[in-house]
């Protein structure tokens, strides 16, 4: 494995695999440019170091081969205002025209393939697909996290076509912090788990209980733990099919000597809306036809020695409907209280990211992480099969 800082670019091309998977407005214009501002660096390095770069990324779930709303033409202007130069744009990622058109490049230039999942052989991690993307480049690099965890052709096979590989900026800040909060976090540690489903935390939760002190559980899944307590929930968002699992958490915390804090009260509405008549109750008395969509006053009060007291902390999960602005307190002041917190914070999963933008704490945490699917597995204890492809040659 080569490592970027040290690799002499001059006169390479570099295909480099970024994760430009991010949200268009109805104008077909990019509304949130952080995955593409967080690709910058790698791609200027190559750029400064006198190397040529070829992009490749995927773009939504386009079901049937090529769909214009799903084209990565899309992002050029925001890529070439960033990069302050045009980017090239190839409209096919494995045709005889793109592959001229990355062998012609003159150092300095940038051109961008179209969407990887045009074709079905890139999710299959189609070896052929794979080695006819090899030809773009002389050097590969991976600098797309958020794409870490699939063996797709464009994120792990076209490595061992490649003589040359390497991890780009982002990949290897995200590996270094997942590390950190899983193998190198200094105590007292505190995970705040939060969301919808405690089914899709369930293994995050588990390996997780090896390594902290506190966990405080929020958003619809803390109501599932709460039932299983013997708690009345309303209508809450529950999965009873999880309520011996739940338990099963519970009692597993309490034998590693982890405190678990779920909400001690919630503000709860008569239907899920911002506009719904509210109030706050304790979190195991929630009236039926009521539902909890934020944590209550005293919850809040109750996470803010955990955090005080904390020299690492990650945040993974929202602890309520802060998309509302009448329930957007808990979550609020959670991030607030992370910020003004003395402690390493990783936040990852994109309704977290979300609300760390919205209220104003990116630069106020420690790392935020661009990985969704990617840090769960990572925080789950797994190898991520494009981590694999390059720290393992």
């Known amino acids: 494995m080569a490592a970027i800082d040290s690799f002499d670019f001059s006169g390479k091309e570099a295909l480099i695999r970024v994760d430009f998977n991010v949200p268009l407005n109805d104008s077909f214009e990019v509304t949130d440019d952080t995955r593409i501002v967080a690709a910058l660096p790698t791609i ?70 179209e969407n990887l999942r045009f074709y079905p052989e890139e999710k299959k991690g189609d070896v052929d697909f794979a080695k006819k993307l090899s030809f773009h480049g002389g050097a590969y690099i991976n600098d797309a996290f958020g794409t870490a965890h699939r063996a797709h052709a464009s994120t792990t096979v076209v490595a061992q076509f490649m003589s040359h590989k390497m991890f780009g900026y982002l990949m290897n800040a995200e590996v270094e912090n997942g590390t950190r909060v899983l193998n190198e976090a200094a105590h007292p540690y505190t995970a705040i788990i939060g969301g919808a489903k405690v089914s899709s935390k369930i293994k995050v939760i588990s390996n997780l209980l090896e390594k902290i002190n506190y966990l405080i559980i929020g958003g619809g899944m803390a109501y599932t733990f709460i039932k299983a307590q013997g708690g009345q929930i309303g209508s809450s968002l529950v999965e009873d ?13 309490e034998s590693k000597g982890v405190k678990v804090l779920l909400p001690e009260d919630s503000v709860i509405a008569d239907g899920f809306s911002n506009d719904a008549e509210r109030k706050t109750v304790a979190s195991h008395d929630i009236p039926s036809g009521w539902m909890g969509l934020d944590v209550g006053p005293k919850a809040i009060e109750s996470y803010r020695n955990a955090i005080g007291e904390s020299k690492t902390i990650l945040w993974n999960g929202p602890l309520g409907v802060f998309e509302f602005s009448n329930f957007a307190a808990g979550t609020k002041a959670l991030g607030e209280m992370i910020a003004e ?6 936040v990852g999963g994109g309704d977290s990211v979300a609300a760390v933008k919205k209220f104003g704490l990116g630069d106020r ?29």
């Not at 400064?48 to 799903?70: C, I, Q, T, W, Y």
């Not at 917190?341 to 990783?346: G, T």
């Open 341 to 346: 917190s003395d402690a390493y914070s990783l």
């Open 44 to 113: 200027k390095k190559v750029i400064e170091g006198g190397g040529a770069v070829v992009l490749m990324s995927h773009l939504g779930r386009p079901k049937n081969g090529p769909e214009d709303k799903f084209s990565l033409r899309h992002i050029l202007p925001t890529l070439s205002k960033h990069l302050g130069k045009e980017v090239k744009f190839a409209d096919d990622c494995v045709s005889d025209e793109a592959f001229n058109m990355s062998s012609h490049l003159e150092p300095g230039e940038v051109m961008l393939l």
């Open 241 to 253: 099919d999880y309520l011996d699992t739940a338990k099963e958490i519970l009692k597993a915390a």
């Open 365 to 393: 945490v420690s790392y935020v992480s661009t990985g969704g699917g990617a840090l769960l597995e990572l925080l789950e204890g797994k190898t991520l099969p494009g981590v694999a492809a390059i720290a393992e040659s």
